[in-house]
């Protein structure tokens, strides 16, 4: 862990190569990281600029390491070398898998188990080293990303956050294109603020008004002002941009751990399941003018309680609005609900991957016509 963070940001496995040999007699060590849309595990060359590999996440070992988020190691057959395979997680952010070869007589579940933190530790030098190397950024990316993704997907927390009180898992789609829709939240002592975004039009525009609103939530809860005035004071900032002629709807959401008692506004698309028990509820608010269309528009809280155990799904209008072959109905009247309740043995962090699967099942030969976003919240609450 030392060697991991006193080495160059895009020298990272270099050095755990040569710490895990010297440590552990690791005979090779190679990582796995998952790319933009959750399809593919690319390899890290060394050096990275060579042909990088990869494995799908769905039918490989590393890849059911990845879903799994638990370690595997090979069976050797009388083999003199074992072959482990650890997830590379940060904070509930699932990143890669990391393959390690050791010599079988060094290898025993307390080596395991600390090869494990090693792997955890990995993943949280390798989000540090991305604010000073492009190298697993652009290692990431089986296609070009448009400009516009590129801003949306600088703009994201992550793809997942866990803790004690909670586990969060989320996922954009067309992962390579996408252009409005994002999420973001912050986790504090006391409260959790969640919010799910749309921004109108196409391309980068639409991605910059997603980004402006995006950082004017960001101000306005940084400064420790109520709910309500986070999405005025946000509202006002794109209104005074672009004169209502563009705006974007927004779902700020303010979660207290300690009693589940939570704050909303509902300021235009993205709509909430909640998963309880077996039973699928879409929980209605009240609808509020999107931030930016009126000037001065003056927004108020509603709220609701979360029970431990509960699933709250967020989607957004690519989502829930999508249609299938018969074009008579959408995704969102009945298909989106059983996606939900068939995923309530999934964990947080694979939810959102595998409705927007059913998603793409659902529509067969329709092309997407809008941004899909999923959003998961499993609630444990504070004991």
Known sequence: MRSLREAEPHGLMAVLREALAENYAVVSA??????YGLKVLCHVPDPPEECAGEYSVFNSV???VFGAQETYVEDSFGSEAVTAHLPVTSRGDRLGVLTVELKAGDSSKEVFEELGEIARALGHELLVAERDTDVYRSLRRRDRLTLAAEVQWDLLPGRGYECSEYSIGAQLEPAYSIRGDNFDWSAAPDRLT???TNGMGEGIDASLLSSLAVNALRNARRGGIPLADQVALADKAVYAHYRGERYLDVLL???DPETGRVQVVDAGSPLLYRLRGDQVDQLPFEAQLPLGMAEDTVYTEECFTV?????LVFVSDGVFD???ESEKETFGDRALAHAILATRLVPSASVPQEILRQLSEYRRENEPVDDALVVCLDWRGRS
Request: no cysteine; charged share 30%.
């Open 62 to 64: 590393v890849g059911r």
């Open 194 to 196: 969640l919010s799910i």
């Open 322 to 324: 999508a249609r299938g």
């Open 253 to 255: 959401l303010g979660f």
């Open 30 to 35: 190679e990582l796995f990281l998952a790319d």
């Open 307 to 311: 029970e431990p155990g509960d699933r």
